[in-house]
Nanobody, 115 residues
Framework: QVQLVESGGGIVQAGGSLNLSCILSRPIFSLNAMGWYRQAPGEQRAMVALMISGDKTYYGDSVKGRFTLYRDVMKKAVWLLMSSLKTEDTGIYYC?????????WGQGTQVTVSS
């Protein structure tokens, strides 16, 4: 079992920045993958940033160059640093972790980007 607790969501104007954090209940190095997904209103949950085996990080096409995934092994934390935010970045952001074949999700944190 892996528990994930997100924080840092809120309302920000377009062009602004916001950082999300996720605290995990177990050491990061024991996980196969960790990252962030987003669910916009009326849409399916989609990958935003995903780190595989602590090595390669993948980003969704719409956030490349604007978002950065950062992890702190000692603090068992994962951050999503978001800049140059657009209204289409609005949604619920979920922290995700995978251990072997099991997927774990946080409760989600709302990000609203106003025009």
């Amino acid at each position: 079992q892996v528990q994930l607790v997100e924080s840092g969501g809120g309302i920000v104007q377009a062009g602004g920045s916001l950082n999300l954090s996720c605290i995990l209940s177990r050491p990061i190095f024991s996980l196969n993958a960790m990252g962030w997904y987003r669910q916009a209103p009326g849409e399916q949950r989609a990958m935003v940033a995903l780190m595989i085996s602590g090595d390669k990080t993948y980003y969704g096409d719409s956030v490349k160059g604007r978002f950065t995934l950062y992890r702190d092994v000692m603090k068992k934390a994962v951050w999503l640093l978001m800049s140059s935010l657009k209204t289409e970045d609005t949604g619920i952001y979920y922290c995700h972790a995978r251990n072997l074949a099991e997927d774990y999700w946080g409760q989600g944190t709302q990000v609203t980007v106003s025009s």
